[in-house]
């Protein structure tokens, strides 16, 4: 690591977007905030995350495009221990089944730990959402898989695909109609196929375009489709949907940053003035000031288009 700080990625334990940041063994949170600036530079080569809070022993380099951050080897050991790989199965929390809805057509079903709330709902960035039972892990998941095959609903959606529709949502009335359909075809299925020891809860739609900030921002039109090296990306927040970042650039307009791509690069503050230097005291990117100009510096693709825009500019 060059000294800068290595970004963990968008954290989202309350309704408050956060950055992680780690810098040697010092772990920092940037909490976000709506029209407030953010800047980095990124520096040298992109390394592997490592696995489970460990270091990746071998240092390895990895694409700038991968969403993951890890080499194979550390990719395979992550997965190895996670919820989704089915090796948790004397897990004795409480699950939930929950209903997702990302946009026109596209919806989902899922779990998660009863402890952890509405959390991964928001890191999916799922505009809105109902909970459709709560049990143990098991009964969670053998719902799950019945209702994927009996409502023909994938196990998860492209990012690209939520990204392209965020600037065209329908109305709020419009989204809950969604997810309450969703949810009366889930519960007619209830006695066929789930498990007795899942618990049926009732329909509660939750929005969440305002606490994403999608109500009140333009549409996005690009996104970063890689960090390299000496490139810049720097403009104002205003919005956040899972790990994207919607950034306001001048002459750009709204450019999507999904902060899986950010993570293993050592990164730098950016300076927050011609003349002055990069602050580097304090963790992650610097917030820019109003008279700053904000810049990217890195290959834009385009939203829903799928052009891509060559080149750093």
Not at 193 to 218: H, K, N
Request: some cysteine; charged content about 25%; hydrophobic content about 40%.
């Amino acid at each position: 690591m060059a000294g800068g700080w290595w970004c963990a990625g968008v954290r989202w334990p309350g309704q408050t977007p956060e950055l992680g940041w780690s810098r040697g063994g010092d772990r920092r949170v940037s909490v976000l905030a709506y029209g407030a600036g953010l800047g980095f530079r990124a520096l040298g080569e992109r390394h592997c995350v490592g696995a489970r809070g460990n270091v990746c022993p071998l240092g390895a380099v990895v694409p700038g495009r991968s969403t993951g951050g890890r080499c194979a080897e550390c990719a395979r050991l992550d997965r190895a221990h996670s919820v989704a790989a089915d090796t948790l199965a004397d897990d004795p929390r409480t699950y939930r089944v929950y209903l997702a809805w990302f946009g026109p057509g596209m919806v989902k079903v899922g779990i998660t730990g009863e402890e952890r709330g509405s959390a991964r709902l928001r890191e999916q960035g799922a505009v809105g959402f109902s909970w459709l039972g709560r049990g143990p892990l098991m009964a969670a998941r053998r719902t799950e898989e019945v209702l994927r095959a009996a409502l023909g609903v994938p196990d998860r959606i492209p990012y690209a695909r939520k990204r392209a529709v965020r600037g065209q949502l329908p109305g709020p009335e419009e989204r809950a109609g969604a997810v309450a359909e969703l949810y009366g075809r889930a519960a007619a299925l209830e006695g066929r196929g789930w498990p007795e020891s899942l618990e049926r809860l009732p329909l509660e739609v939750v929005d969440q375009v305002g606490i994403f900030g999608l109500d009140r921002a333009p549409a996005p039109v690009r996104s970063v489709r890689e960090l390299v090296d000496g490139g810049v990306v720097a403009g104002r927040l205003v919005a956040a949907a899972g790990p994207d970042l919607h950034l306001a650039v001048d002459g750009v307009g709204v450019v999507v940053l999904d902060t899986r791509l950010i993570t293993g690069w050592d990164l730098a503050a950016v300076p927050l003035s011609a003349t002055e230097p990069a602050r580097t005291s304090a963790p992650g990117p610097a917030r820019i000031p109003e008279a700053v100009p904000s810049d990217v510096r890195v290959p834009l693709i385009d939203i829903g288009g799928g052009g891509v825009q060559g080149g750093l500019f």
